[in-house]
């Protein structure tokens, strides 16, 4: 099949190389022609496990290419719209200027007949408003959400947990003729994913679109479910961890997603919802979806309580204290540093005064692009040399098998801010340290 993926960030990039590593024919385009020549020559522009093994052998099969032109994208039977919905800066509510864009450029390539499919992440009511525009050429849309993790996105997206559809219905609710026909074609590019059993929604757009940003808010929800009842086990002398591990084995809840510490971030949670609490605003709902205010609060709660932490442990002020923030990027596994909470954090304890070194084994480079104002150290043990306190931020495998007495030797007060959980109280305080975690005695 000759496919086309409009937008080649951090979900096209990784779809197309996935899609010619499933044999289909394959052309990204990207505006950005940095971007492009990077992919062009087999290097992902950024880190994600796995990614730059089905990239170079896509790009040297002749099947994976790359291109600025949208013109490129003529031909293609199926093309994939997977451009950025950031947040638009000041408000809660999406920017769709991207999706806008890219649909505009892309009609006067269409032909009769040919599928667009939607994965961007978009406000419910989106995929109608594009459908109308493909109507006239004869083409068809179906919106077909994505729920990749960074850190797991090729296997997410060869091996998803389930596929959506959303397609064109009828007065009736019944899916068109059309719609029905482009599903057979979205089939035949998911064949091998369908082959191993992969559960798949055939649904309408409203719920397609719903699909993506209601899992969004509910696991968005079960992180600060978990760290709100870590403000209760502040105060009560409760273990936050033991607490999530003993409700965890109700299967009905689940462990995953119930790690208590310093709490979501990331390019999808946060702005997800609050562009769903906006768009549910503009449908005359915004009561329906008040909680995840609440979840939003509670998240961003975390950061301050850690930096009070930090002032608790150091006799009320940190101004003028060392102090190395282990991890950078928003989550371990990537090198995202959007809404990173360990940014955030290591920002707010600069403001009040304290030297701040942040390290990370991938997200340096773009940390350092941002945050110019902050100092950075290549490895755990340099910026952790001469620290009043140690916090570790995002829980890299590295960081969770630190040795204490290794970096005991280096610091300069054995101060450990476990901002994730991760480390065991006991072996800590057992090779002298004075440890402080969120959520736990
Ligand atoms: C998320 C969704 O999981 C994915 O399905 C969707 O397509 C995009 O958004 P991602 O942003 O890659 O994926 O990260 P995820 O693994 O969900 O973690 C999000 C944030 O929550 C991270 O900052 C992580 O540290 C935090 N988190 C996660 C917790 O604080 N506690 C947990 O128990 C789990």
């Given at each position: 099949m000759r496919i086309s993926v409009i937008g080649c960030g951090?979900l096209g990039a990784v779809h197309a190389a996935a899609m010619a590593?499933l044999g289909h024919e394959v052309v990204g385009i990207e505006v950005?022609?940095?971007?492009a020549?990077?992919l062009s ?17 896509g790009v040297?099969?002749g099947r994976l290419a790359f291109s600025t032109d949208m013109g490129d994208a003529a031909g293609a039977k199926v093309h994939f719209v997977c451009v ?14 991207q999706v806008?864009q890219s649909f505009t450029m892309l009609l006067p390539h269409l032909a009769?007949g040919d599928v667009v499919v939607g994965k961007s ?13 493909l109507?006239?050429i004869?083409a068809t849309l179906i919106?077909n ?37 482009a599903?057979?074609a979205l089939?035949e590019v ?252």
């Amino acid at each position: 099949m000759r496919i086309s993926v409009i937008g080649c960030g951090y979900l096209g990039a990784v779809h197309a190389a996935a899609m010619a590593s499933l044999g289909h024919e394959v052309v990204g385009i990207e505006v950005d022609a940095h971007k492009a020549a990077s992919l062009s020559a087999g290097n992902a522009p950024f880190f994600e496990p796995g990614l730059p093994e089905i990239l170079r052998e896509g790009v040297a099969s002749g099947r994976l290419a790359f291109s600025t032109d949208m013109g490129d994208a003529a031909g293609a039977k199926v093309h994939f719209v997977c451009v950025g919905t950031p947040q638009k800066p000041g408000e809660f509510a999406a920017d769709l200027t991207q999706v806008e864009q890219s649909f505009t450029m892309l009609l006067p390539h269409l032909a009769e007949g040919d599928v667009v499919v939607g994965k961007s992440t978009v406000p419910v009511g989106t995929a109608e408003a594009l459908a109308v525009r493909l109507t006239s050429i004869g083409a068809t849309l179906i919106w077909n959400p994505e729920f990749l993790r960074e850190g797991f996105a090729v296997q997410d997206t060869l091996h998803p947990d389930r596929l959506v559809y959303g397609l064109p219905t009828d007065d009736t609710g019944t899916s068109t003729e059309a719609g029905e026909k482009a599903r057979q074609a979205l089939d035949e590019v998911y064949s091998v994913t369908l082959s191993e059993g992969t559960p798949l929604v055939v649904t309408d757009y409203a719920t397609a679109q719903l699909v993506k940003v209601a899992a969004n808010s509910f696991l968005a929800t079960k992180i600060s479910f978990i760290n709100a009842m870590s403000e209760l086990c502040e105060v009560t002398g409760a273990d936050v961890t033991r607490l999530a591990d003993a409700i965890g084995y109700d299967v009905r809840i689940g462990r995953q997603f119930l790690n208590a510490g310093l709490g979501f971030g990331g390019g999808c949670l946060p702005k997800d919802i609050r562009a769903f609490m906006a768009r549910a605003g503009e449908l005359g709902v915004d009561q329906a979806l008040s909680f995840l205010r609440e979840v939003d609060a509670i998240n961003m709660r975390r950061r301050v309580r850690m930096v009070d932490l930090a002032r608790e442990m150091c006799n009320g002020s940190i101004a003028g204290l060392n102090i190395a923030v282990l991890g950078a990027a928003f989550k371990p596994l990537s090198d995202d540093i959007r809404d990173s909470p360990a940014l955030s954090v290591a920002a707010q304890m600069q403001l009040q005064g304290a030297r701040v070194t942040v390290t990370d084994p991938q997200a340096i480079d773009n940390a350092r692009r941002k945050w110019p104002e902050l100092r950075f150290a290549p490895t755990a043990l340099e910026a952790a040399e001469g620290a009043d306190v140690v916090l570790l931020a995002t829980e890299w495998a590295e960081y969770r098998e630190l040795d204490p007495v290794s970096l005991g030797k280096v610091v300069r007060e054995r101060r450990m801010l476990d901002g994730r959980n991760v480390l065991d109280p006991t072996v800590w305080r057992g090779a002298d340290w004075t440890y402080r975690a969120l959520g736990r005695p």
